[in-house]
Every structure is written in C-alpha cells, then in structure tokens.
C-alpha cells in the first residue's frame, strides 16, 4: 500500500499565496510523475500542474506564472507553491502520484484525500 498525505490548505486572501505539500510513504519501490489537480464545488477534476520524476513540468493555462511544482530531493514529496491567489481557484487539491509498489512491476495511480484550498475576495 501507498498512501499520499496532503497539507497546507486553508482560507487566504485573494493576493496571498499558500503552499501544498503531499509526502508519499509506504510499499513503494519506485516513483514516478506527481502531480496536483483541484476539484471545485459543481466542476470536474482538473490538472493543476505535473512534474516527472526528471523534474519536468506543466500546468495548467489558469495557473501559469502563479503556480509552481517542485518536487523534495527524495523524490516522494510534491509541493505546489500558490501565488497571487485568486478566488477561482477555491477548491479541494488532491496530490497524484505514478508508483511502482513493492508487490508489482508497474505503475499505479495513487490519490491523497485531498485538501481545501479557499480564496476569498
């Protein structure tokens, strides 16, 4: 078993920023790409951004130039720094996480339970 413990969520102001933080433990052998989408109230899961595990990026439009993925030197820890916030990107942010466990040879998807993020204006 893998499990992906998010934090730093919280209410800010529009403007502020917030930093997330997802850690990886358990069986895990290897890790892959990690990323972070958000799922606001009514609205599907979204990208956010992404990081390989060769430090690789993307994001998405609405976040560019905002946001920023990095990932710790162990490689199991994501973080996602958030800058001039904006009441549009209140949501909930869930960490994914690409691992190859101890008891398979492939990649599988993992899930943190995510963490509310809420800008106000």
């Known amino acids: 078993q893998v499990q992906l413990v998010e934090s730093g969520g919280g209410l800010v102001q529009a403007g502020r920023s917030l930093r997330l933080s997802c850690a990886a433990s358990?069986?895990?052998?290897?890790?892959?790409?990690m990323g972070w989408y958000r799922q606001a109230a009514g609205k599907q899961r979204e990208l956010v951004a992404r990081i390989t595990v060769d430090e690789r990026t993307n994001y998405a439009d609405s976040v560019k130039d905002r946001f920023t993925i990095s990932r710790g030197n162990a490689k199991n820890t994501v973080y996602l720094q958030m800058d001039s916030l904006k009441p549009e990107d209140t949501a909930v942010y869930y960490c994914?996480?690409?691992?190859?466990?101890?008891?398979?040879?492939?990649?599988?998807?993992?899930w943190g339970q995510g963490t509310q993020v809420t800008v106000s204006s």
């Open positions: 358990g069986s895990i052998a290897s890790m892959n790409s």
């Open positions: 994914k996480a690409l691992v190859v466990d101890t008891t398979t040879t492939f990649p599988r998807i993992w």
